[in-house]
């Protein structure tokens, strides 16, 4: 069965940087756009990142612009998110999505078919 596994998340203070992976199993990678999601207590899962199949297109979210960077590799079927210049306000647990609809409105959740468990990432001040 289809498995994403996401890891990497932790504790880091205001101005720290974190990677995270998210590691798929069980589907044809590079036929899916993969995105990166993110929910705070009490908030509802946002949008963060998004890279479609071959990697040539890539979305952020405002909040995350010039600071997060998304990547993948399909010969790992491995998706990634570099966060630099973390804030408080980044605490959240962090999902990655698989999106097989490549039509798709990417920074929608509805849109994607498979998710991961999550990984806790927490800033503190």
């Known amino acids: 069965q289809v498995q994403l596994v996401e890891s990497g998340g932790g504790l880091v203070q205001a101005g720290g940087s974190l990677r995270l992976s998210c590691a798929a199993s069980?589907?044809?990678?590079?036929?899916?756009?993969m995105g990166w999601f993110r929910q705070a207590p009490g908030a509802e899962r946002e949008f963060v990142a998004a890279?479609?199949?071959?990697?040539?297109?890539?979305y952020y979210a405002d909040s995350v612009k010039g600071r997060f960077a998304v990547s993948r590799d399909n010969a790992k079927n491995t998706l990634y998110l570099q966060m630099n210049s973390l804030k408080p306000e980044d605490t959240a647990v962090y999902y990655c999505?698989?999106?097989?609809?490549?039509?798709?409105?990417?920074?929608?959740?509805?849109?994607?078919?498979?998710w991961g468990q999550g990984t806790q990432v927490t800033v503190s001040s």
């Open positions: 890279i479609r199949r071959s990697g040539d297109t890539i």
């Open positions: 999505a698989a999106c097989l609809d490549y039509r798709a409105t990417v920074q929608e959740p509805r849109m994607y078919d498979y």
């Open positions: 069980g589907l044809t990678f590079d036929w899916f756009i």
